[in-house]
């Protein structure tokens, strides 16, 4: 792989520890994907923040990267993290806080901002045809699919090492070649909600391994919508990018397979997910990927005048930039007894420790790892029909 001078000095460690064994990464990553150069990107995001799945190794390499001083080169962003200040702090025991609160403590140090989030691209407006390094692959898919920007789903650590030398290989998504669909996909009917995207994405994932799809019949889709296929579908697969495609657009595609999505398919999907044999959840969710502005402000307006049962936990999750801007919805769901959690993801949290049996959601992608993650059973349902749950007659 080309390296230019620059690149070259610290590869051999004449700017440290921590840029040098950055540059391997990204040097091992590229020659492994057969690219020629490094590229700069706009912007970082980094997955791994949850002391729950990262342990006490990776925190100790985080600390030597810090002691080292590592920088971030660019805008560098964290995913969510196991818990949150105001109140899953106060439930879970000290010292899980105290590792949680030293492995942001580390990231802080090398210029990370506390965005703690899975949906970056709420926080400003993504540039079209940026080149990013992103790690969280619900937002890799929408990124590349929706914004228009190019990233490769990347892993933590790869992630971290672009944010730290501010550059990427130059592989796979980020090279316009790779970019092309090479399945199409028509949906025979028109979906009706959120969950009705997930339960496609999950039903995708599964038989399209990393394929890029070109999907027909996503015309008019929700933003919203849009971010739920795209979780689903990096969820159950390895799928980066999916493309939009009318009738006359699929006519001129050359792909070697066209799959058709029957309503049957969408409805076993979600059947699928729904694992649960009660009907009563410990907990109504609805964030996963974090909720956008839009979303609070649905659920604050089907609350209504209701207010939330006392057996049953409803959490809203998002970011703290997003929840700041919602404040009015906020404080409507929190007088109905609901939370707003910032910059808690409930998969890579220890709900278990607090007897969550049962997860009620919008998302595709929590019902997916409710099983494995959480060891809870999941109901996949509607905003409406969580909001149905969770309220009192
Ligand atoms: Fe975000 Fe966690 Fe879902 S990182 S996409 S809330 S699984």
Known sequence: MYLTKEEERSYTGECGWADQKCMEILVRLGELFHATRLIPISSAHVSGVSYKTLGDAPTEYLEALANGGAQVKVKATLNPQSLDREYLGKKYEACLRDKQLSILRQFERMGFAQSLTCTPYYLEKQKRDAHLAWAESSAVVYSNSVLGAWTNRE??????????????????????????????????????NETEFGALGAYLGKILGDRIPAIQGLEGAAKDSLKQLSAALASTGMVNMFRFADESHSKKLQTEEKIVVETEDIRKAAQELSTASTEKPDLVMIGCPHCSLNEIRKVASLIGDKKFRDETEFWVCTSQCVKQRAQPYVRKIERSGGHVLEGVCTVVSWTERLKIETIMTNSAKTAHYAPTLSKADAILATKEECLKAALRR
């Open 155 to 192: 892993g933590g650590p790869s992630a971290l090492a672009a944010a730290i030398i501010g550059k990427t290989p130059d592989y796979g998504i980020h090279k316009a070649e790779n970019r092309q669909p090479t399945v199409q996909v028509k949906i025979a009917r028109h979906l009706k």
